[in-house]
Each structure stands twice: as C-alpha cells, then as structure tokens.
C-alpha cells in the first residue's frame, strides 16, 4: 500500500479565512513533505518534515504554516492567502532505504483564494 | 540548483519510440522519475542510485550515467496511456531528502 491521503480535495477561501490542509498516511514512512504545483510547472517543495520535525523550510511566507502532530499526519495552516497562492498542493511522505528515498504523493489538494 | 530536462515536447504516435534527458551541474545522490497527468498527481515511476545504473520495468526504463548528472528515460513501443508530463526529480547528498524537479517534458501518443 502507496498510499498517501489528502483532504479536502478542493478547497474556495477568502482571502481573510483560516483554512488547513490534512495529509495522512500509514506506511510508517518518517519523512514528509508539502509541496505546491501550479499549472504547467513542476512540483515546488515548501516544506520537509523528518521524524516529526522541520527540516527544510524553503523560505515559505508566514501565511503557510505546516504541523505534523504525529509520524502519520501533516498539516498546512493557512491563512491570508492572495490569490497567487492558488494552486495544487501535494502532499508527500517517504522512507529511506538502500532502494533510495523514493517518495509518493498524495492525489493532491485544489486550493482556490478568491 | 533546478535540473534541465530536454525535450520539453514531444509528439508520438502509438508504437514509436521518445527519450527524455534529464542533466544537473552537479553531481547527484539520485535520481527520480515521475508520470503526471492533467489533473492528477505525480506517480513514481523509478528511482537511480548509483553510476552506469540501468533498471526498468515493461517499456519504460532509465539509465543514471557514470558520473551521475545525467539521466535518461526510454519509453518504448509507446502506448496511448503513457502520455502525460514527466518530470526527472533529483537529490543532492546531505540535503536531506530534498527533491527538486526539472521543468517537465510534456509527451502526447496520438493513434
């Protein structure tokens, strides 16, 4: 089992609403990850967490803010979008091992800032 | 440093073959090739660790050069199913799993 679970699938805010993203997954995976992909581009990684920590931040506004309350979930609060930040947000997790650290993403999470 | 992937088009018809280069100035800890399509998210498709590395699975399969910059993906006997964009994603030791994707080669099959 590959699988990684986000929620909600697609999401409308306003610019001034407090909203998260969840992710969750059950492979016993110690690395997680969000990143954001807008159309036609590649993947951008914003944050990794690694045995429930932050390990990379990569220089993300302060409106984002990631949570991993335990090794199967990951957070992404938001708060104060502009509309540039609508996109699709991809959760990921991964586990180290001598086949690489290969990584799966979840299905995604539309975002919308109107 | 963001890896460069060549093409960045290529239109096939069912049966033909495509390649699609992925380079980085630096050499690199792995490799990692995805499948995305429209509205979907990524799918792994492989991953390259060491050197003169070749794997594969079905028609699809990747080679990792000796000095490892540079990777290549081989679709063969392409199938309507295998169009989508690829990305090539890429490591770089003591960066603790940090994956970077190159710009993506969008591949159409047509009948």
């Known amino acids: 089992d590959t699988e990684v679970t986000q929620t909600p699938k697609h999401l409308v805010m306003g610019m001034t609403n407090k909203k998260s993203l969840k992710c969750e997954q059950h492979m016993g995976h110690r690395a997680m990850y969000w990143y954001k992909q807008k159309a036609k581009k590649p993947p951008e990684l914003m944050f990794v967490y690694s045995y429930e920590k932050l390990s990379i931040n990569e220089s993300v506004p302060s409106r984002f803010s990631p949570e991993c309350p335990n090794s199967s979930l990951l957070n992404l609060h938001l708060h104060a979008l502009q509309p540039e930040d609508s996109a699709l947000y991809l959760c990921a997790s991964s586990r180290r091992s001598a086949d690489g650290n290969t990584i799966y993403f979840g299905e995604g999470s539309w975002l919308t800032v109107v | ?111």
């Open chain 2, 1 to 111: 440093q963001q890896p460069v992937q060549s093409p960045q088009a290529v239109i096939l018809r069912e049966g033909e073959d495509a390649v699609i280069n992925c380079s980085s100035s630096k050499a690199l800890y792995s490799v990692h090739w995805y499948r995305q399509k429209h509205g979907e998210a990524p799918v792994f498709l492989m991953i390259l660790l060491k050197g003169g590395e070749q794997k594969g699975h079905d028609k699809i399969s990747a080679s990792f050069n000796e000095k490892k910059q540079q990777s290549s993906l081989y679709l063969t006997a392409s199938q309507l199913s295998y169009s989508g964009t690829y990305f090539c994603g890429t490591e770089i030791l003591d960066q603790g799993g940090k994956l970077i994707f190159g710009q993506g080669t969008e591949l159409s099959v047509k009948p």
